[in-house]
């Protein structure tokens, strides 16, 4: 009989289940997602904590073994491809390895570039009802 993967209710709950290291990082991001879009809403999609703006998810994040990862949509690490391109990662994905610091600086510009994008989207979808 196979092992059931948790499912996790809300972002605290999901946070809980790591080692003190794993969630002060979680709790970091979660931070800063919070004060870059102070609008947004915390929900679970993919059992990952996610954030999202009128209507459309925002970021996704996880940790795993080796590494947290950060889900900005393929636009968000197309913006920053320069910035990014010493983390692996793959289309809308990064990897923040354990073993370093976190790039708070990056990770923060790369949610305001998808709070901008995510209203421009929501503002364009707007117009089209008029």
Known sequence: MEAKTPTFATIDEYIDQFQPEIQDRLQQIRKLVREAAPDAMEKMSY?????????????????????????PTPSGTEAFAKELSGYKGGKGSIQF??????????????????????????????AKKR
Do not use: S
């Not at 904590?49 to 889900?71: C, D, E, M, R, S």
């Not at 976190?102 to 979808?125: G, S």
């Open 47 to 71: 059992q990952m904590p996610t954030f999202a703006t009128n209507g459309n998810n925002l970021v996704h994040f996880a940790a795993f073994k080796k590494h947290i990862g950060f889900y």
């Open 97 to 126: 390895p354990l073993n370093q610091p976190l790039p708070l600086d990056l990770i923060r510009r790369i949610v305001l570039f998808r709070v901008a994008e995510n209203q421009r989207i929501a503002d364009e979808k707007a």
